[in-house]
């Protein structure tokens, strides 16, 4: 069964904080994705990675960065955390290649932050 | 400024009914239409999805309906369910998965 794990699934931090959202694949998928899903908005695409130390910036990459190290890692880092960066943060996975391109999703960390 | 608007933002229908929800995009070179469920607690799951060279895809009780030339596509699902509760998103991309959403219906099916 495939899967895609999130760090955390509630986390609360401070203003002014550095947070780090870690997402994690066992799918040997190529690409990876951070969103952030605000009600009325949808889900938005911070950043994307199409291999191992590459990265895309997606349609809101401000205030975010992100690390893939490793395959099946990526990580999505909040420098300083401001109250407006207060969402779901979803991370997927999909592999290259297959005509569905389907994006397998984690469940989600809800970030509040104070 | 979203690329793909959904409609309703939410929506309840009785056990037995269909539910129907509509998207519309702009951009022509859109080249995959997937609609996604999302339970709550969980994250969204692909449901069905469609390519812009059929009209229509069935998968059980769900359904895409694909209008190219209006840039519209829907989801119509029959016989609806409790258990099909759930938020549905649309989205549409141009190249392999980067996806962009729609907002978000919320369907509450009641017994």
């Known amino acids: 069964d495939v899967k895609v794990t999130q760090s955390s699934r509630y986390l609360v931090k401070r203003t002014g904080e550095k947070v780090f959202l870690e997402c994690v694949q066992d799918?040997?998928?190529?690409?990876m994705f951070w969103y952030r899903q605000d009600p009325g908005l949808g889900l938005r695409l911070i950043y994307f990675s199409y291999d191992v130390k590459m990265k895309e910036k997606g349609d809101i990459p401000e205030g975010y960065s992100v690390s893939r190290e490793k395959k099946e890692r990526f990580s999505l880092i909040l420098e300083s955390a401001s109250t407006n960066q207060t969402s779901m943060y979803l991370c997927?996975?999909?592999?290259?290649?297959?005509?569905?391109?389907?994006?397998?999703f984690g469940p989600g960390t809800r970030l509040t932050v104070l | 400024q979203q690329q793909v608007k959904q409609s309703p933002q939410s929506l309840i229908v009785q056990k037995g009914g269909i539910s129907i929800i509509n998207c519309a995009y702009e951009?022509?070179?859109?080249?995959?239409f997937p609609w996604y469920q999302q339970f709550p607690g969980k994250g969204p799951a692909l449901l069905i999805a469609?390519?812009?060279?059929?009209s229509e895809k069935k998968e059980g009780r769900f359904t895409i309906s694909f209008n190219k030339s209006a840039k519209q596509f829907s989801l119509h699902i029959m016989d609806s369910q409790p258990g099909d509760s759930a938020t549905y998103f649309c989205a549409a991309s141009t190249s392999w998965g980067k996806l962009q959403f729609g907002a978000g219906t919320q369907v509450v099916v009641t017994p």
């Open positions: 997927a996975s999909s592999s290259t290649g297959t005509r569905t391109d389907e994006q397998f």
């Open positions: 469609i390519r812009p060279d059929v």
């Open positions: 951009n022509t070179a859109f080249d995959y």
């Open positions: 799918m040997d998928h190529e690409n």
